[in-house]
């Protein structure tokens, strides 16, 4: 496979379980190098599990997950796989940008601090440069002004903007949002859309789980409906937003308002 | 860029084989444990080998009569001081953090107080109060006496002891559940006033319960140094487990096996402490992690009923 | 009166053990001076820290207080028509038992000087000389007089430890190496010191290192004479002329029987023996 | 005046620093009982720090702030203002009740005990009863069958729903909501805005903290719009909405997708 | 149903009048502190008077150069046994709770043995090894020895005395720092790998200095504890303050002063420990609260300029 046509991001039959039930139920999906997915679906379905997967931060339990063509946590050799070592799976992580639904902004430092820490310590960048960057990130989300509050001093929506840079400054290929806009007002989703189309642009593959249709619509490359831990419809977000071929699609978009 | 998001059909296919992944190798690890292995190995030849550590002798005294009572008393000593300990330690944490400046400052100056002077001078101060006070009356403030006590029918012994460990425990353990309380985030107790729910009460049900994970592992420690805390109680004068292992090394001249039978003997309660400290532990882990790992005694019986026994 | 209690987890609390010692007959004379409160209850409650073989210590019934001491400690009692009981406490609070009434006596081969005559009133009944113990062939040529270079052991808080300091000074003033003093919290501990080989000597007062090298089967030996004989004292109240009187009475009449005689050689101490019980005789 | 006319919530000149940072500057509001007033605004702006003064969490530094007729957290008598015990306020509390942004779920409970914790201990409700209205909230917000488990077993949406029933299991005379649909999917949006309608058809005043636009046409009954510690403009949602006068409002809405 | 929110114009509007509220009146706090006084003055009163504290006598000894040397001992013994506690109660936290088997499992033997067995013991076998072994070899394993130390020489009493008290302490620490260490979010520790920062990136940087908020207030038990403990140095043997100040107790048979004597060393030593505790906690609370709270001295300045001064 070309490195053009590998898939950044490709599920085969992916299952999980906490305990006896059954988040994950086979998913199947793939997303190319600088595209954009978002996915959608009802509360519980299952979106924030499958993105903490495709990051490692939860075991599948069955089927194949691999991020630019390698597998997740997993080495093959043959028939076999191996187990990777927590260095190798930090080393895979330092590609893969995660937004986290609540944020989990470090309490004990301050906003740059937060920005910063990653690159420095875990890619080693030169401090004057990652200063530089964090801050011209803070500065794209609106908060060069609160760059050196506490996360504690922060109203909900500054933090998400923190926890975004935070995960920009990494500069990874791959960009994982929860909800990245929950938290925003109208004005700050368009910002951060603006700040997120500049990504796409620039090359970045992300896949983002949103319940602002406008935003999968305007932004999405494609969209994938997500239900009880199955995919249930996927496609070009026009289409599926406007003439949805699934009953349960159908309802779900129907109660948008 | 293409819309590359495909769905396959899904009703019917059976489950997939779940992943069998060769976990990481770690060869440091066998390593390691050989060494220890050796190192293990040669501290049981030399300990079982050894004369001076004279197991026949230990073995002849370690069950005698005197020593088991000490056990009994050391034990009972150990939960009686704890219990007062934990207690007042909760309620002088909570004076501590009020707002009310009397409470505080009280709080602060008698933890200063127990926490800073020796726990063996408080039990001679108990176990000689009449030293200095020969009566205790009761009345006026610098007038008449109403009542008089003779301090030294006033304490015995026993509650000597147990005021001594017990109200210097509380100071140690005062700031430990202090610190368990200042671990709980701000927003559970707003979430809890929100709803109405009185100081006492957020304290009570939603603080100090989220609390407890982080008081309980230095508690333990508290306790398992309570245990050996308890030898001071020698200076009330009253008798526990280290005063007659101690006396028997004494009198035959040989102190040090003696020693060794009083340090098995402690080191068989903790134990049975860190035991108990699991089990509390996992139960105010609840709902703090994702999932419970299984206990030791789960995993064995896990391990059974796989192999179908 | 004695506050003692029966509970069995208290602090131990017995009669002399020994019940060889012949039976002796109270004097009238003397039991009318010991003050009322003390005798009310028919008992002399004696503070000692029992963990001194063979002086005093603790019997393998783990609450006996047994050792001359307590044997001597019981026929005082008979004398004064009371009985005589040995309670266990350490040291510090032993002193401050006996001034604040806690304890009606206090007897632990307290050595006599003039520091605590001024706390209590000491009635001398025994002169103990300080000697040295060496492991057996004294294969480093150890005497009280050339031990400089060495490890001595020495329990704290005995007179062995000025003795000993002197003669460290006396080493650096003599220009040879200077001593390792080594102060031990409990006898036991200095003795099993130097059973080991981790220190090279000890000394203490005479019945001890006898009963020690008694004790430790062959393991040490005597090195030197005894020396220095210093007297031990039974701690009385200060300021109670007529008790004291009938202390010293009553262990001045156990020496003129015989008794004490008896009880001392017993425990093989009799090299200490004395002929007259004095009350505070250190000037 | 009457207790019909009386103002369930009233705020003057409403005052709050942190420190030197004037969060609020001056809130002048009424809310009349049984209105659904939203509150909107760009991030930062001090909505969450308002909604919390209204519950005594946060002490106002100037201005009079009054909940059903009474000042909160103080007593009046002549011109003096007296300080209240805690336990006045707790009381004053237990007639407001509180959806945080943040949720603030109480770890160490299931999702049951957390809805029953406050009826049961702070109003002393008689345990079968409460249990009942309890396991009825849950069904209702669509949790039934979640009751047993503990919030970081509860992904982002149930949390939120859980916070909602706790809230309401108290039957408060004032509901104040911060973003109460922002961790929501559509469908359950609508479904949370039904139980809402229901309750301010019930009676309950409500105050709401919101980015949805469409939620403050549907169901305000009035619309604030605040922007840096400000009322910038206040009134009907639908003429807000579509017309606003302020330039500033103007550029907020015009965000809007 | 009426729209009543109204705007007022507000520009040039003079800020209002800050709240000036009469707070809550307790009268139950005067009556305590009334008490309270009383008592105090009752009890400075009896101490001041009552002959048997010896004031004069505790005076003349308590700098007596032996004391002041022994005040000294102790204060290093202390910092000393304390940064070893601490060093390796970190280690043993992190192997605790590494998933490692042989790395969690000798943590725990040894948090087993050195908190199971009184400390005194400890010291006495560091300070007595040679009575359990004369020379030890170093060589192969049940072969030959290569070199031989005499253990007299090997290990000084003040060696043994620091490895006695800190290889306790650190068995004491680790539990102290793994409730600390489980105290933080798991959220915070996904958020750090989610970064690509290693295990030991994550602790050291994310959940270490969060810990500590909650680690600070035992340590300083610890510490204050350990104070005391050295006092059990005595064993090795090896002097110090409680030695000292005991020594002249019993040689002039007034015990009780000089424990008073000791107590007061010890009291003031604390109080400087708590002084430096009140500021490492505030510093480890920074991002954990809303507002800081003033330091006693900032309140005390805050009302001096507020005075015009
Ligand atoms: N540790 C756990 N134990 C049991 N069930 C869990 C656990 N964690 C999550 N779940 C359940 O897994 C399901 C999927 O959760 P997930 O967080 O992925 O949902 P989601 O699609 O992100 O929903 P939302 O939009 O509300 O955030 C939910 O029903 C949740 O209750
Ligand atoms: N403790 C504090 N110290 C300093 N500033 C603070 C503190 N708490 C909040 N702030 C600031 O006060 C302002 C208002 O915060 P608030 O949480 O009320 O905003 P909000 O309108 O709710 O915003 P959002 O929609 O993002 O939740 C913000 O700029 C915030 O940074
Ligand atoms: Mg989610
Ligand atoms: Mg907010």
New binding site residues.
């Given amino acids: 496979m070309g490195a053009g046509e590998r898939p950044m991001v490709q599920a085969e039959q992916v299952h999980k379980w906490y305990g006896r039930f059954e988040v994950l139920k086979g998913i199947d999906l793939e997303v190319a190098p600088a595209e954009v997915m978002c996915i959608v679906g009802p509360s519980g379905s299952g979106k924030s599990t499958f993105l903490r997967c495709i990051n490692h931060l939860e075991r599948i339990h069955a089927g194949r997950l691999s991020v630019d063509g390698h597998l997740v946590g997993y080495r093959e050799k043959g028939d076999k796989l191996y187990e990777m070592r927590d260095r190798e799976i930090a080393r895979q992580r330092l590609d893969i940008g995660m937004v986290f639904q609540r944020f989990n902004l470090f309490p004990h430092m301050t906003a740059l601090q937060n920005v910063m820490e990653a690159p420095l310590r875990a890619k080693g960048e030169p401090k004057h440069d990652v200063r530089l960057h964090a801050l011209a990130l803070l500065e794209r989300v609106g908060l060069a002004d ?1 760059a050196d ?1 506490y996360p ?7 933090q998400q903007r923190v926890a975004i840079a935070r995960a920009l400054c990494m500069r990874p290929k791959l960009m994982l949002f929860d909800e990245p806009t929950s ?3 109208p004005e700050l989703v368009g910002e951060v859309l603006d700040v997120m189309r500049g990504l796409a642009e620039s090359g970045m593959t992300m896949i983002v789980v949103t319940h602002e249709m406008g935003f999968a619509r305007e932004v999405g490359d494609s969209l994938v409906f997500m239900d009880e831990g199955r995919v249930v419809e996927a496609g070009d977000p026009r289409e599926v937003l406007t003439n949805p071929q699934h009953e349960r699609t159908r309802a779900f978009l129907s109660k948008v308002l | 860029m293409s819309t590359s998001a495909e769905v396959r059909p899904q009703v019917g296919a059976p489950p997939p084989e779940p992943i069998k992944a060769i976990p990481v190798r770690h060869p440091g690890r066998w390593v390691a444990m050989g060494v220890i292995a050796v190192l293990v190995a040669m501290l049981v030849n030399s300990v079982v080998t050894n004369p001076n550590w004279a197991w026949d002798f230990q073995l002849e005294n370690a069950f005698a009569p005197p020593v088991v009572r000490g056990v009994l008393t050391t034990l009972w000593l150990t939960v009686a001081s704890m219990l007062i300990g934990v207690t007042l330690g909760v309620i002088l944490a909570i004076m501590r953090l009020s707002p009310n400046p009397v409470l505080s400052g009280s709080a602060w100056c008698y933890v200063w107080v127990f926490r800073g002077t020796p726990v063996l001078v408080q039990l001679v101060i108990w176990g000689n109060l009449n030293s200095l006070y020969r009566e205790i009356s009761l009345g006026v403030p610098f007038g008449t006496a109403l009542t008089t006590f003779q301090t030294r029918d006033l304490i015995p012994p026993i509650a000597a002891a147990l005021l001594g460990l017990g109200l210097n425990e509380a100071a140690y353990m005062s700031e430990i559940i202090r610190a368990g309380i200042l671990s709980v985030d701000e927003g559970q107790s707003e979430a809890a006033s929100a709803l109405g729910m009185s100081r006492m009460q957020t304290l009570r049900r939603i603080v100090l319960p989220q609390a407890m994970r982080v008081v309980v592992p230095p508690t333990g420690n508290e306790t398992i140094s309570m245990l050996k805390t308890t030898s001071l109680v020698a200076y009330v004068p009253y008798v526990e487990l280290f005063f007659q292992t101690s006396a028997i090394g004494s009198r035959t001249f040989r102190p040090f096996p003696m020693l060794v039978t009083a340090s098995l003997w402690y080191l068989a309660m903790t134990s049975v402490l860190m035991v108990g400290q699991y089990y509390i532990e996992r139960y105010y882990a609840r709902g703090s992690v994702r999932e419970l790992p299984a206990t030791p005694l789960q995993k064995v019986r896990m391990r059974l009923s796989r192999r179908g026994i | 009166g004695s506050d003692s209690t029966s509970d069995s987890d208290a602090a131990p609390t017995a009669g002399a053990g020994a019940s060889s010692a012949p039976a002796i007959a109270k004097d009238e004379a003397l039991a009318a001076q010991v003050p009322a409160e003390i005798a009310a209850d028919g008992v002399l409650a004696i503070g000692t820290d029992a963990s001194y073989a063979p002086n005093e210590f603790i019997d393998a019934d783990g609450t006996t207080v047994i050792g001359f001491t307590a044997d001597l400690a019981e026929a005082l009692g008979q004398v004064l028509g009371l009985d005589a009981q040995m309670n266990n406490a350490p040291f510090d609070s032993l002193v401050e038992g006996v001034k604040n009434g806690k304890f009606e006596l206090g007897m632990s081969s307290f050595t006599i000087n003039p520091e605590r005559q001024e706390q209590v009133d000491m009635v001398s009944y025994f002169n103990a000389g300080t000697s040295w113990a060496v492991p057996t062939g004294n294969p480093n040529g150890i005497t009280p007089d050339d031990a400089c270079g060495r490890r001595i052991a020495v329990q704290k808080a005995t007179v062995q430890v000025d003795d000993i300091t002197a003669r460290a000074q006396a080493c650096e003033q003599a220009g040879k190496e200077p001593i390792t003093i080594q102060q031990y919290q409990l006898q036991s501990d200095a003795t099993a010191a130097v059973v080991s080989g981790k220190d090279d000597a000890m000394l203490a007062d005479s019945p001890i290192v006898a009963y020690a090298i008694a004790q430790t089967g062959d393991q040490l030996e005597p090195s030197g004479e005894i020396y220095d004989a210093a007297p031990y004292g039974v701690a009385v109240p200060k300021g109670q002329g007529d008790y004291t009187a009938a202390i010293q009475g009553a262990m001045q009449q156990l020496m003129d029987s015989g008794a004490y005689e008896q009880i001392l050689s017993q425990w093989g101490v009799q090299a200490g023996a004395v002929t007259r019980a004095e009350v505070n005789p250190v000037q």
Avoid: V
């Avoid at chain 1, 504690?152 to 500054?158: E, I, P």
């Fill in positions: 609160r509050s504690s001093q922060l109203s909900g929506g500054q938290a925003l007002d």
